[in-house]
């Protein structure tokens, strides 16, 4: 007792220390959008915001002095800390898992949905580590903290984008100028041990509030999923980080009687049973269907536009969403009429070819819009995919075309070393189907290079689509709605990965190698110097009366 | 009608490499990816990509996987055609100089204006499978043939300024031209003519320009012309950073792709630790052959070239099947060491063995996938043998002529052996 009541006065002190030094002032929001599709799927969205007000990203100028001290409250301490070690003034990871089917599911809400790993920050210049050494720790730095192989997305998956990746928020301006990091590890894939680290980050933790429903055994479970961090900086706003998670969820397989009702039951296999206390905000936002007889329970605090939204700020008992189809007995697929996509454009790339020496990269792309788009592609390719861009061919529905391509930007590939990176705007002609079609050269590796299940091959990254057009402007034709805060951001297409089939030495080899091709050598060489160096002799085996002796001779 | 006159017979050789060239046929057979063909080194593939990102402004050096000299850049950007179709005619009509410097090398030899035999050295080098294929894939080692017979051939003439420009040239396009340097500079400071038979010191045979001031003077002149050479290609390439993607990439090896050659699947297969080992000792080890076999052919220098271009045939980091079928064809100026070859048949045979395994085993690994990387690396090592097979053949030959007694020997009188 005597003990504790010494050490009050100095917790007192601290505690008023600790409140004058951190003038910035920390709101968190959260919120889940639930989208029924017209194919029975459920996309469910949640999106947790906290925004620090006032604080500005490290200046790396500033890195070698001592850190001012940072108080948070409800950011999240980890990301924060790495943030600040190494001076990174936007970043952006999702980490996902699936094929995103934008003809079938539209566009996304989150739209990082490349399959794999994907990471890119914004990092000044500046102070006495390079920008590349702080690309590299702030990549282990992240793996270590999300418990995944970030740690790989290392030089020869690392390139800088010119156009496709532009800053969400602002750059501060400082005296030198931002560089793009990008990289892209589409093997990586997201599980358990990724959503535990993500939901520690959050200020009420998976205990209360929205993040109650992130339940691993039924995400995992969805047939899309995806987390993504995001941190921007907005100049007068403040840091905002903004963490993600995306799933598609199936009601028709999950249901006994093929119905495609839902309720969060059902889908998370959980309810809100409190809401989180420090949430400034929080909601649950359903897209109501249209034309459709629905049923939705409980009943909703708004309904505007086609959505019902539910404030879950003030839970007192446990809420659980359903929306039904009471009219429908059994869901049945929309086949006919065929189904419009609803994404006005859509990207097909395959690898053709059977050779594991050489194949061709086949990209189609379609855009059903009545209008001309302009659209950046982006290809970053390992080195063990090389391009021969001297054989790209351009169809435009059919016809053999070279303009629409311009501003081509191209990196070429170090074999060992760094990707290549092709970057170009593409002129879509309305309502067409543009087609490329390239060579490429499939690299032969080192035998420590290949992966252990070497036969599997090696993914490549998705390519990106950047319409440039506004999202608004652009999903409003398309007849889908997006919705959330990145509405002023231009939309990003992400095709499917590849996997390519690598010639693949004899693993068990080595030592045959060096000794075989060695002994060849040896002994070529050794039979040119004896050559070089004895001396020739001619023996006589018999002698013969009619001829002269040959003498014993030799040759220098 | 004499089909053995050349002037004649020649132009009539060149005239079914042309038409051979130009049969739709050999596009379909898609050559131009085969890598017994083309290595990555003087593949028209990587050329044609070189040159539109060259065209497009993009350093070709400055990453990816193209390795050709600027002198190519700068040839095919002005002078020289880049289409298919006339490639190929291009392509053959350096092959037809290839082989009227080969002849020109005979007659050189022999100190004649004409001969019977003409017309047969030049099929061996117009109608070698070795030298014609790759040359139908549009391979730049016809190029580095070419330049290699035409520089003997002035050294044969003893017209040195010619013959060292071409050999300073060929420096740029292939790196381990460098070691046929020390024969060529004895060359032009002796005679071509063949003394094999009656081997003597390098002051027996030497022309009136040997001497020591001379060598250096042909050596001064040679460096004066690559480094003029090498400002030029910094010029074209507007930065150094071709030098570590032509010249590096012989010594580095950065590109794994396969080849008929040994470096390729030792280098796959080394332990990450003993790689920079290994490239040394297998870089030391080619320039190891020039100063014995120089020493030793120093009665000969054309012949110690040939001896050295059989060692480049078989250890070159980016092999074609044109390097060892350069030595193969050039066995045709030197009829002399024929009736000494001690295993002509077998050497034969195991070239037969290899050309047949070669194309089978690369088509099993990586088209039909049905067999592994072992299939191929065993087929160069059976090409290995026959090249090395042909070598010591060649070098023994070379040797064992200067003894005679051939008739003895071939009656089982006596027997010659080494000490």
């Not at chain 1, 590299?136 to 418990?147: E, I, Q, S, V």
């Not at chain 2, 003993?274 to 014995?292: D, N, T």
Request: glycine content about 6%; aromatic content about 10%.
């Amino acid at each position: 007792m005597i003990f504790s009541w010494r050490i009050l006065p100095a917790t007192l002190l601290l505690y008023v220390l600790g409140t004058l030094a951190s003038p910035t002032s920390e709101t968190f929001q959260e919120e889940l959008t639930l989208r029924p599709l017209r194919d029975g799927k459920v996309i469910s969205r949640f999106s947790f915001t906290t925004l620090r007000e006032g604080a500005v990203p490290r200046n790396p100028e500033l890195l070698e002095a001592k850190d001012i001290p940072q108080y948070y409250t409800l950011f999240p301490l980890g990301l924060g800390q790495v943030l600040r070690e190494y001076a990174a003034s936007e970043l952006h990871l999702s980490l996902n898992s699936g094929k995103w089917d934008y003809e079938g599911w539209g566009y996304p809400g989150e739209q990082e949905v490349g399959t794999g790993a994907q990471l890119w920050a914004w990092i000044s210049d500046g102070g006495s580590a390079t920008v590349d050494e702080r690309w590299k720790g702030l990549r282990n730095a992240l793996a270590g903290l999300f418990c995944a192989s970030l740690g790989s997305l290392d030089d020869q998956r690392t390139t800088s984008p010119k156009l496709a990746f532009v800053p969400v928020g602002d750059l501060p301006a400082w005296k030198l100028p931002h560089q793009l990091r990008h990289a892209t590890l589409p093997s990586e894939n997201v599980c358990t041990e990724n959503l535990t680290p993500f939901l520690k980050l959050l200020p009420c933790k998976g205990i209360s509030g929205i993040a109650g429903l992130l339940n691993p055994h039924r995400l995992f479970d969805a047939d899309w999923h995806g987390m993504s961090v995001h941190v921007s900086w907005r100049e007068g706003r403040g840091i905002e980080v903004r963490l993600a998670f995306q799933a598609v969820f199936d009601p028709v397989r999950l249901s006994i009687d093929k119905k495609r009702d839902w309720s969060l039951q059902s889908i998370f296999d959980k309810s809100i049973r409190k809401a989180c206390p420090v949430a400034s905000s929080s909601r649950i936002v359903v897209e109501l269907p249209k034309n459709e007889a629905y049923a939705i329970d409980p009943k909703p605090s708004i309904v505007q536009e086609g959505f019902a939204v539910y404030d879950t700020s003030h839970v007192e008992k446990d809420l659980d969403i359903s929306l039904r189809w009471p009219l429908e007995s059994v869901f049945s697929y929309p086949l006919d009429p065929p189904l419009q996509p609803l994404s006005p454009l859509s990207v097909q790339r395959i690898l053709k070819g059977t050779s594991q020496s050489r194949g061709q990269l086949s990209v189609s792309i379609r855009n059903t819009l009545p209008s001309e788009v302009q659209a950046v592609y982006l290809e970053t390719m390992p080195w063990h995919v090389q391009f021969y861009l001297h054989t790209l061919k351009i169809l435009v529905n059919g016809h053999a075309r070279d303009d629409p391509l311009s501003d081509i930007a191209y990196t070429p590939p170090v074999p060992h070393g760094r990707p290549a990176l092709l970057e170009s705007v593409l002129r879509l002609p309305p309502n067409s189907t543009t087609q490329l079609d390239m060579d490429v050269m499939k690299s032969f590796l080192r035998y420590t290079e290949h992966p252990p299940d070497a036969q599997r091959g090696w993914d490549l990254p998705p390519a990106v689509l950047v319409p440039l057009v506004n999202s608004t402007s652009f999903v409003a034709s398309g007849a889908s709605t997006l919705l959330g805060n990145d509405m002023s951001r231009r939309p990003r297409i992400y095709t499917r990965t590849l996997l390519v089939d690598l010639a693949t030495p004899d693993f068990s080899m080595p030592y045959n190698v060096i000794i075989m091709s060695c002994t060849l050598i040896a002994l070529t060489f050794g039979m040119v110097f004896n050559l070089m160096t004895r001396r020739f002799v001619v023996v006589k085996l018999r002698e013969t009366p009619g001829r002269n002796e040959v003498p014993m001779e030799k040759t220098e | 009608m004499n089909w053995k006159d050349s002037q004649l017979s020649f132009p009539l050789l060149v005239v079914c490499r042309l038409l051979l060239a130009v049969t739709p046929f050999i596009d379909s057979l898609d050559l131009d990816h085969n890598h017994q063909l083309s290595s990555p080194t003087n593949s028209f593939v990587r050329l044609q990509e070189g040159l539109f990102l060259f065209k497009h402004d993009i350093d070709p050096y400055s990453g990816g996987s193209f390795y050709h000299s600027p002198l190519y850049l700068s040839l095919f950007t002005t002078i020289l055609p880049t289409s298919r179709f006339l490639s190929r005619l291009v392509w053959t009509l350096i092959d037809a100089l290839g082989a009227w410097a080969l002849v020109g090398i005979w007659r050189e030899r022999q100190n004649l204006r004409s001969s019977s035999r003409d017309t047969l050295i030049a099929a061996a080098y117009l109608l070698n499978p070795y030298i014609l294929l790759p040359n139908l894939a549009l391979s730049t080692t016809s190029f580095e043939n070419t330049l290699q017979l035409l520089s003997l051939l002035y050294a044969c003439r003893g017209r040195a300024s010619p013959a060292l420009f071409l050999a300073s040239i060929l420096l740029h396009l292939s790196l381990h031209s460098v070691l046929l340097l020390p024969p060529l500079i004895l060359l032009l400071l002796s005679s071509p003519h063949s003394h094999l038979s009656n081997p003597k010191y390098f002051t027996a045979y030497r022309n009136s320009k040997g001497s020591l001031s001379n060598t250096l003077s042909c050596i001064g002149e040679f460096l004066i012309y690559s480094v003029i050479l090498t400002l030029c290609c910094t010029m074209v390439a507007d930065s150094s950073g071709w030098i570590e993607k032509t010249w590096g990439v012989g010594l580095t090896l950065p590109d794994l792709t396969p080849n008929p050659g040994l470096w390729w699947y030792f280098f796959t297969e080394m332990f990450d630790h003993f790689r920079s080992f290994f490239l040394m000792v297998f870089s030391v080890h080619l320039v190891m052959y020039v100063a014995p076999i120089c020493m030793k052919f120093q009665h000969d220098p054309l012949f110690a070239s040939f001896a050295l271009l059989g060692v480049l045939g078989m250890f070159k980091p980016y092999l074609t099947l044109a390097d060892p079928g350069l030595f193969l064809s050039m066995h045709s100026i030197f009829p002399e060491i024929f009736p000494y070859l001690y295993h002509p048949l077998p050497t034969s045979l195991l070239h037969l063995h290899a050309a047949l395994l070669l194309p089978l085993f690369h088509s099993l690994w990586l088209t039909q996938g049905t067999g592994n990387a072992n299939f191929f690396y065993a087929s160069t090592l059976v090409f290995g043998m026959a090249n090395g097979a042909a070598l010591v053949d060649a070098i023994w030959a070379g040797l064992r002529i200067a003894i005679g007694g051939k008739e003895a020997e071939d009656e089982g009188e006596i027997a010659v052996v080494q000490e």
